[in-house]
Each structure stands twice: as structure tokens, then as C-alpha cells.
């Protein structure tokens, strides 16, 4: 079955310019979480949305935000980009909510780059 | 606190000793535990779990151990390569008052040299 696919897979945006980024889960998955990963860091949680509604928040500025559609697809919005923004941006879908005794599995994440 | 820490952040080791991995996790409702390698360039791919209601799981030369009483969890990769060299990222399932969240610990960079 097809994997978790995340688009695009790069994005290159100006200062104070707004982006939207996708995440189409594996199908039957419910769950979609989203992570910050800039160069040498790990993975940042920003949120995670199960069955439409966002379950968990990281600690991010009201500027990231993001949804889930019926069909368990996600986007996330970054408004008002910043230079640090600049990250991959990893998508993780997963059967249940919490990965709770459930396999995550990782889109190819999509490369944001605020110049 | 909701979190996991993973020890140490970075590991070099000749090819053919051993690594490990070790994480200690806060909530003791977690029952699994996934570890991830993270090839350069590449997406977080698991390579091995362990659920709470067994000690140790091998698979090949990969192990992972559970100690549910201490709260930690390792991750032992025996007679290392080249290509085990990755950041590899330890997870619990961690309650955060109103739902469950997969938690990631920051990430051990294993550098096996020749």
C-alpha cells in the first residue's frame, strides 16, 4: 500500500509570505502528527490531529496551524514565515491516536527554506 | 514532566563493537516503544519495538531491552557497520492530561568508524 506522502517535497519562501503543506496519511490511518526538524536537531512536535479535531500542541507560535480533513489528510499553515522557519517539515501518520501500541510512519517531509 | 530523554547525543564506535542506546520515559501507562533510525538525508524509518508485556526483543543485531519498573528502555546494536551510522530516536507514548502523544527523545548521532 502507498506511504505516507507529503507535498511538496521543497518549498522556497520570502519573509512575512504564508505556506501550506500536506500530508496524505496511509489509507486507513487516522492519526497525522507534524514535526519541525532544522539540521542537527531532532524532532520538534507541532501538533497532531485524529479523526478531524487536534488532539496534542507543541509549543509553537500561534503562526503554525494546521487541520484534518474527512478523508484523515492533513495540512499545516505557517503564516508570516520567519527566517528560522526554515526546516523539514515531517509528517507521521499512524493508526491509532498517541501511536499509542501503533507503528508511525514518516513521510519524506517537505524542505522549507525562508530566504 | 511529558517527556523522554535519550543518552547519549552522540556515540562514536569502531566497526564491529557494540553501541547502546539508552532512554528513560516519565509516564508508566506507556506501553510501547518504537526506536527510529534517521539515515542523512532520509525520513525517521523504525527499525525495531518493544511492547510492555515483554523484557527483550532481538532481531538480528538489534535488541531492545525494557526495564518498566525503572521507566527506561535501550537499544543494543552488536557488531556495528558503516551503514548503522544514523541519529537514531527512541519514542514513548506519553499522557499529557488530555490525550496521549508519541514522544520523541533528541536523538543519538552513531558514528561507526573503520
Known amino acids: 500500500k502507498a506511504g505516507v506522502t507529503q507535498t511538496p517535497r521543497y518549498l522556497i519562501k520570502t519573509r512575512g509570505q504564508q505556506v501550506t503543506l500536506s500530508c496524505s496519511p496511509i489509507?486507513?490511518?487516522?492519526?497525522v502528527s507534524w514535526y519541525q526538524q532544522t539540521p542537527g536537531q531532532g524532532l520538534q512536535f507541532l501538533f497532531e490531529?485524529?479523526?478531524?479535531?487536534?488532539?496534542n500542541k507543541g509549543n509553537f507560535p500561534g503562526r503554525f496551524s494546521g487541520r484534518q480533513f474527512s478523508n484523515s489528510r492533513s495540512e499545516m499553515n505557517v503564516s508570516t514565515l520567519e527566517l528560522g522557519d526554515s526546516a523539514l517539515y515531517l509528517c507521521?501518520?499512524?493508526?491509532?491516536?498517541?501511536?499509542?501500541?501503533?507503528?508511525?510512519?514518516f513521510g519524506q517531509g517537505t524542505r522549507l527554506t525562508v530566504v | 514532566g511529558e517527556n523522554v530523554e535519550q543518552h547519549p547525543s552522540t556515540l562514536s564506535v569502531q566497526e564491529g563493537d557494540s553501541a547502546v542506546i539508552k532512554c528513560t520515559y516519565s509516564?508508566?501507562?506507556?506501553?510501547?516503544f518504537p526506536w527510529y533510525k534517521q539515515e542523512l538525508g532520509k525520513r525517521p524509518q523504525l527499525i525495531i519495538d518493544?511492547?510492555?508485556?515483554?523484557g527483550e526483543k532481538k532481531d538480528q543485531r538489534i535488541a531492545v531491552t525494557l526495564n518498566k519498573t525503572a521507566k527506561h528502555f535501550s537499544l543494543h546494536i552488536t557488531e556495528t557497520q558503516p551503514e548503522d551510522s544514523a541519529v537514531y530516536f527512541c519514542?514513548?507514548?506519553?499522557?499529557?492530561?488530555?490525550?496521549?502523544?508519541?514522544?520523541f527523545g533528541t536523538g543519538t548521532r552513531l558514528q561507526v568508524t573503520l
Open positions: 507521521a501518520s499512524s493508526l491509532g491516536q498517541g501511536s499509542r501500541n501503533t507503528e508511525a510512519f
Open positions: 489509507s486507513g490511518h487516522r492519526s
Open positions: 490531529y485524529f479523526s478531524e479535531t487536534q488532539r
Open positions: 509516564d508508566s501507562a506507556s506501553n510501547y
Open positions: 518493544i511492547r510492555s508485556n515483554v
Open positions: 519514542a514513548a507514548p506519553i499522557w499529557t492530561g488530555t490525550a496521549s502523544k508519541l514522544t
